[in-house]
């Protein structure tokens, strides 16, 4: 049960939320429970969705952008990612079952996304803290600086999420998925 409320309809929702909501509901047919537990802060749950509009107007594929979500998501142990980005993986992005295990492992079989996943893991456990090395490997793979920003706000963007339904135990409302390492 999550440590604060969750609406359960868009019309539980505080009022500036519900037309985010009603948004989220034509996209996905559903309204999932993290953008709920959000919208107790209308300004988090804005802030958060104009952040993901954004970055899926960018320059990397929404392959690659699952690809990314899946590997930082097991990484910082967050079942809820895990089990959203799965579904969204097979369903949305087309991944196969093979390739969302060598996302979770931070890694691809395709060999340009399998340096963004790497690069993105390696953002995530280090923490940023990452070499010239590192980033010219990724360059090396035929990712620009555009793309390489793109790479680093899409781990703190899951990362963020991560971080919101850990501290807050948000309800999977998705097929659940065990993490490999669960704490």
Request: charged share 25%; proline share 6%; no cysteine.
């Given at each position: 049960?999550?440590?604060?409320?969750?609406?359960?309809?868009?019309?539980?929702?505080?009022?500036?939320?519900?037309?985010?909501?009603?948004t989220i509901k034509?996209?996905?047919?559903?309204?999932?429970?993290?953008f709920?537990?959000?919208s107790n802060s209308p300004a988090a749950l804005k802030g958060h969705l104009g952040l993901a509009d954004a970055l899926g107007h960018g320059a990397l594929p929404p392959q690659t952008r699952e690809r990314?979500?899946?590997?930082?998501?097991e990484i910082n142990g967050c079942a809820y990612c895990l089990s959203a980005h799965?579904?969204?993986?097979?369903?949305?992005?087309?991944?196969?079952?093979?390739?969302?295990?060598?996302?979770?492992?931070?890694?691809s079989n395709d060999l340009k996304a399998d340096a963004a996943v790497q690069f993105a893991?390696?953002?995530?456990?280090?923490?940023?803290?990452?070499s010239e090395a590192d980033i010219a490997a990724v360059k090396a793979?035929?990712?620009?600086?555009?793309q390489l920003l793109e790479i680093v706000q899409h781990v703190a963007l899951n990362t963020w999420t991560n971080y919101v339904n850990?501290?807050?135990?948000?309800?999977i409302d998705f097929p659940r998925v065990t993490l490999r390492n669960a704490a």
């Open positions: 049960m999550s440590r604060i409320p969750t609406p359960a309809t868009i019309e539980d929702a505080p009022e500036a939320a519900r037309p985010l909501l009603e034509k996209k996905f047919g559903m309204v999932p429970n993290i709920k537990l959000i990314i979500a899946l590997a930082v998501a799965t579904y969204t993986g097979k369903n949305l992005a087309k991944l196969d079952d093979a390739e969302i295990t060598a996302n979770r492992s931070g890694r893991a390696l953002v995530t456990r280090a923490r940023g803290q990452v793979a035929g990712y620009d600086d555009g850990e501290v807050f135990k948000t309800d």
